[in-house]
């Protein structure tokens, strides 16, 4: 079987452009004892993959140069020579950017196809944007039913389940989109308070008179301003969850923290960040409750697809500039 893969051919300075990215084709060997032959059918990309193109070690080492990069795929097992597996079992793994892989079972799961739900929604709503929404928001943010739920980026992957979540829990909810169009999504998902943060003009005016009393959990996407906003507006003990911060994954020299921060300590404010990973262990917790309220029509979700692994790169670099609404998604 041949299988084209994208490397990395050098590390982005600044925002990632085309030339960072090469595409290598190679021919699969049959698979060997334990192994499994998968063809790849959706990929994802991410934004936290900005970060594991520098060479620095972080919660994950750093892509290399020249090799295949990585990240969450789905596929259907093309041959198997390991127990469990069996020609045609749809699989996720952690082997995207490449049309097809060889690797041992014990580096892929057998998924379960849910009713009505596409097999691509284990990259989104069902798969890692959904459990660090769900779970950034319901175990460190602790959303209380009657409180004020401020997301950033809230039609992106992770922010429209935060989102939506938060309504099912009983919020308001206040959440930033970069256009019109997502703001319209928003309040079609019930949010109370979309803010188009590229017109509004005044993020913090338009904040304050969303939330004119505080808000008591903020669930953090993009760092920078909204960040700032966040911490102007929180009422005392408000959680501040820290999941991203992407207004600033390509920035050249470090920029100043909060201007406000020093409210962290008058506020009582609790700041917390995490990497999904943690939260792993609720994963069937997650899977139930989600697909539930899928199965009763109260989440949605929305994707944005390109087609072809050598649209990989322009998917991912389209992440920087508000190019999806939901889930960026590559299909193959």
Known sequence: MQSREIRLASRPAGTPAP??????????????????????????????????????????????????LQGGA???????????????????????WREGFVAPAGAIEKLTRVANVPD??????????????????????????GQTVFVSGGAGAVGSVVAQVAKLKGCTVVATAGSDEKCDWLRARGVDHAINYRTCGDLLAAVQAAAPKGIDVYFDNVG????????????????????????????????????????VVGKSLTIRGFIVIEFGHLRPQFLAEMT????????????????GVAKAPDAFIGLFSGANTGKMLVRL
């Open 19 to 68: 030339e960072n990215f090469e595409v290598a084709e190679v021919s699969l060997p049959a698979p060997g004892a334990g192994e499994v032959l998968v063809r790849n059918t959706w990929m994802s990309v991410d934004p936290y993959m900005r970060g594991r193109m520098y060479d620095r070690e972080s919660y994950v080492p750093p892509f290399a140069i020249g090799a295949a």
């Open 224 to 263: 920078g301003e909204h960040l700032e906003v966040a911490i102007e507006v929180a009422r005392p003990f408000a959680r501040l969850v820290e999941c991203g911060m992407i207004s600033g994954y390509n920035d050249m020299a470090a920029m100043p923290g909060p201007r406000n921060i020093i409210q």
């Open 120 to 145: 691509q929604a284990y990259l989104g709503v069902l798969g890692m944007p959904g459990l660090t929404g769900w779970a950034g928001l319901l175990e460190i943010g602790k959303p209380q039913a």
């Open 74 to 96: 789905i596929g259907e097992v093309v041959e198997s020579n390991a127990e469990g597996f069996a020609k045609g079992d749809l699989v996720s793994s952690m082997f995207g």
């Open 292 to 307: 539930g309220w899928i199965a009763d029509g109260k989440l949605a979700w929305e994707e944005t697809v390109l087609d």
